[in-house]
């Protein structure tokens, strides 16, 4: 949520904690943990998937989860709350399925927020619910992509940004598996850099960004199976009708000709799915290369929690992966270097600097929420930003 940065009183003194995360679907107990775990002064939470993949039966039961969230005790000393849900599925040309929630402790003082048509900043106060007036409401921009691009609603201020995105996920393992970097990546690709274009236009002077959501990176297909099924033999079965390839099986050479993988459009059965959470998956990280290109204008802590999705919807299966995805650190907290520099500060120790994932024994849906929580100094962000000559403080 934008704040003016001079009065940034957080910690009431000198500093606050922070935490920002990205939640697809998850459970109002774990949230409430986290919340006690760290104590922030400031949260941030970016869904995607509002209503869950069959939002038409269960967008119902969103607000009543927000204001179960609202009321509960771990949440009772965050006195000012704004929440954006874009829950009218039946507007599909305007529909992003995206959330963006923020809650600011009671300690916090003078917290402005940005208005988009008043080109101004107006002062946060008490708790307001937006659903089906986004398009109207003066205090966030909501943009859908063009039809090749994919969806993305922003929040801006004038300390720094918060920016909520959803990028295309990967439709076939069997197309994505047959170059690399694949299709699905060369689009992501486009649609990002559309996202941070817009967020770095001319339209408002360049402040500090934080892009945290659901960014569907995945690992490079073809190399990591190159490195699963190294001495392996591949089978292909096609379609007889179209010669499409429906089903690839790599067999081991000997033992058997024992099946190591199995590979369909939406199934990658691996032999051994603890590869994938033996030291967080670190083994892989080396094919997590989405985010290359963007190098010179995103960043990110060190990844030391295993990869975010896909993660089976069975209650009692809370560590165990679905075969139908390779996993992947599909959910991220990403900063621009100025917002970078905002994190990485000597009053940021070890303890109060975390970036993990929720949940890890608990099943929290097919993506493990996200989190980055930091302490942020007084003054932070952009120096005298309620002096812009175009964004005054009402």
Known sequence: IPMISHLFMFWCFLYSDIIMLTFPDSERLVIDLTVQSHKPHFIAVHCQEVGGKNYEASMAHVDCFVKELLSSDAMKEYSRARVYLDENYKSQEHFTALGSCYFLHE?????????????????????????????????????????DYFPEVRTISHAFDL????????ASNILAREKSPSVYSGMRQKALGFVLDRITDQRFEKVPYFVFGDFNFRLDTRQVIESLCSTATMQTDRVGDTNEVEKLI???????????????????NYINQDVFRENNGALFLQFDSELSCFKERLHELEISFPPSYPYSEDSSQGKQYMDTRCPAWCDRVLMSATAKDLVIKPENEEKYLVYDNIGPNVCMGDHKPVYLSFRLTAGAGKPNANKHKCCNVQ
């Open 250 to 268: 790599y067999r081991e050479s000997e033992n058997d000709r024992k099946v190591v993988l199995q590979l369909e459009k939406k199934l990658f």
């Open 163 to 170: 920016v909520n995105i959803h990028l295309f996920h990967d």
């Open 107 to 147: 300690s916090l003082k003078n917290i402005h927020q940005f208005d988009f048509k008043a080109k101004k900043f107006k002062k946060v106060v008490g708790k307001e619910i937006y659903s089906d007036t986004l398009e109207s409401t003066p205090m966030l921009e909501k943009e859908k992509f063009p039809q």
